[in-house]
């Protein structure tokens, strides 16, 4: 039995930890990775204390300051079921076993949102790509697509300007997103052509990826690429309970003490219906969440 359990060792789950271990609460971290979505991002400039750190460096640094306390991380073994044993307790299950707690912080994050069109599943990791941090370098000299047209997409060209032969960003609205620094990075270089309005209909190839078929102001064509990355958001791991209330968008619905519609279940980071997703927004509510599952604990 445990008193608290906390789902996800991405920002808000490795702070939550850090602050469930500084005071003294008996906890377990349960997850899939460390590092969560932070892993993904090539530069990262709007961290306190840093005016420039990659996102693999500040996982890193995460992981470093979770080293200091005596921590029982569970790698590899997300949570896949969150069941309430009685009024007072809770049973998490994992892909490997079932723990049980007193209390619960979600903090399970996002996860990339599909195109949902021919060739896509057939060819993922086989030029099909959600991560231009992790798979970019593989397309060094290559053409590619990045689909897309918010800061994920802009992140993504940005990365690939300065590894690709040439880049085309594919968005389907008519108007690119996302911040205006990084909208003019990518629209002044000459390696990216950037096709507003652009619907993607397609990936093509047999082994590998080898094209990508969008409609373009009304005009189908084929685009040559060896690399496709898919970058038009994502969705909240939110489908490991359905105890609590969610929003329209699958984001569990949390005050502003992290507290979810059911006792002793606490929620933080992109997973909830916080509406800026930033990894140092995730890295605050999930010091909230371990406050408020603090107190909660305290009176029971």
């Known amino acids: 039995m445990h008193d608290l359990i906390i789902i996800g060792a991405g920002p808000s789950g490795i702070t939550a930890g850090i602050y469930a271990a500084r005071k003294n609460i008996n906890f377990l971290i349960v997850t899939d990775d460390v590092g969560g979505q932070t892993a993904l991002s090539s530069d990262i400039e709007n961290y306190t204390g840093y005016q420039f750190i990659t996102g693999h460096d500040l996982v890193a640094k995460f992981e470093e300051h979770l080293k200091q306390f005596n921590i029982k991380l569970k790698r590899d073994e997300p949570a896949v079921k969150i069941r309430r ?10 892909k490997k076993a079932s723990y049980e707690t007193k209390a619960v912080i979600i903090a399970s994050g996002r996860s990339p949102r599909w195109l949902d069109v021919d060739g896509e599943a057939a060819l993922r990791n086989k030029g099909v790509s959600y991560c231009a941090t992790c798979d970019g370098p593989i397309f060094a000299k290559k053409t590619v697509a990045v689909i897309g047209g918010g800061n994920s997409a802009l992140d993504a060209t940005i990365q690939m300007m300065g590894i690709a032969s040439h880049v085309y960003l ?49 005009v189908e064509k084929k685009l040559d690429v060896e690399g496709v990355f898919v970058e038009i958001g ?23 003490l992290n507290r979810t519609d059911v006792p002793g279940i606490f929620a ?26 603090f107190r909660y604990l305290s009176l029971a």
Do not use: W, Y
């Not at 992109?270 to 599952?293: F, H, M, N, R, S």
């Open 85 to 94: 044993v009685d009024d007072r307790k809770f049973s998490v299950e994992t």
């Open 170 to 218: 594919i968005d389907i609205n008519p108007v690119l997103g996302g911040d205006s620094v990084m909208r003019d990075k990518v629209t002044k270089s000459q390696s990216v052509t950037v096709l507003n309005g652009a619907l993607t209909k397609a990936v093509l190839g047999a082994q590998f990826v080898s094209g990508i078929v969008v409609e373009h102001l009304g």
């Open 234 to 256: 994502s969705t909240p791991n939110s489908g490991i309970i359905d105890l609590v209330a969610k929003n329209k968008s699958g984001e569990i619905v949390v005050d502003n």
């Open 268 to 293: 933080a980071g992109d997973v909830t219906d916080v509406p800026e997703k930033q990894i140092i927004v995730a890295a605050g509510e999930g010091a909230k969440a371990v406050l408020g599952a």
